[in-house]
């Protein structure tokens, strides 16, 4: 249906060291957000993907959108510790779909970083 | 520029007893309100979302309810608590389905 799967569901890794997560959908994707909840924060919004292939960077963050609209990952390079938290994935309501109105998050992946 | 509030940061309830939590936008007119409940270490689940006022989906069946009286005001609601209830409760907004929402700081639940 709707659902989007996010893997790893966690990562740990030496700071320094890069990291990615992943997001799949079963049906092609509308569009694609990533979000970023800081331990004790609240999920804050970082991108939004669109077109088929799209690449965007936010200096060490780069949002790769599949060819075919049915995944998307997020990859960091060279992690710092105020890269902890856990990174959210959310897929868009199709058109003519039943989840109009709404976004559909995936579970998120669990980001440490050790000094 | 947008801003959205939530109320009160911590909240400890016992069990049995009523809920209200609050949410106001500001800044922006019709836009479209969340709740969401988020369980320590866990993903978003999506309780209640609305598109105008009045205009209530609940995703979940649960002992949760929810009311928009004004454009800009969204309110959670409980006659008796569950100690199941206890979480993270994040009120957002969004301009439209498809558009980025921006979340409010949450209120934590805890339920004795």
């Known amino acids: 249906g709707q659902q989007v799967m996010q893997i790893p569901q966690y990562q740990h890794v030496q700071e320094g060291e890069d990291f990615t997560t992943y997001c799949n959908s079963s049906?092609?994707?509308?569009?694609i957000q990533w979000y970023k909840q800081r331990p004790g924060g609240h999920p804050v919004f970082l991108i939004q993907l669109v077109k088929s292939g799209e690449v965007k960077k936010q200096k060490r963050l780069t949002f790769q959108f599949g060819e075919a609209k049915k995944n998307s990952s997020l990859h960091i390079t060279a992690t710092q510790t105020t890269d902890v938290g856990t990174y959210f994935c959310a897929r868009g309501p199709n058109a003519g779909g039943t989840s109009y109105g709404k976004l559909t998050f995936g579970q998120g992946t669990i980001l440490t970083v050790h000094p | 520029s947008q801003t959205i509030h939530q109320w009160p940061a911590t909240l400890v309830q016992p069990v049995g007893s009523p809920l209200s939590l609050e949410c106001t936008v500001e800044?922006?007119?019709?836009?479209?309100l969340y709740w969401y409940r988020q369980a320590a270490g866990r993903g978003l689940q999506l309780l209640f979302y609305s598109v105008g006022i009045g205009q209530i989906s609940s995703e979940v069946p649960q002992n949760l309810s929810a009311s928009r009286p004004q454009d800009r005001q969204f309110i959670l609601s409980s006659k008796k608590l569950l100690l199941s209830d206890s979480g993270f409760y994040l009120c957002?907004?969004?301009?439209?389905?498809?558009?980025?929402?921006?979340f409010g700081d949450g209120t934590r639940l805890s339920i004795l």
């Open positions: 957002a907004w969004g301009r439209t389905g498809n558009q980025p929402q921006h």
């Open positions: 800044g922006t007119s019709n836009p479209n």
């Open positions: 049906t092609t994707l509308s569009n």
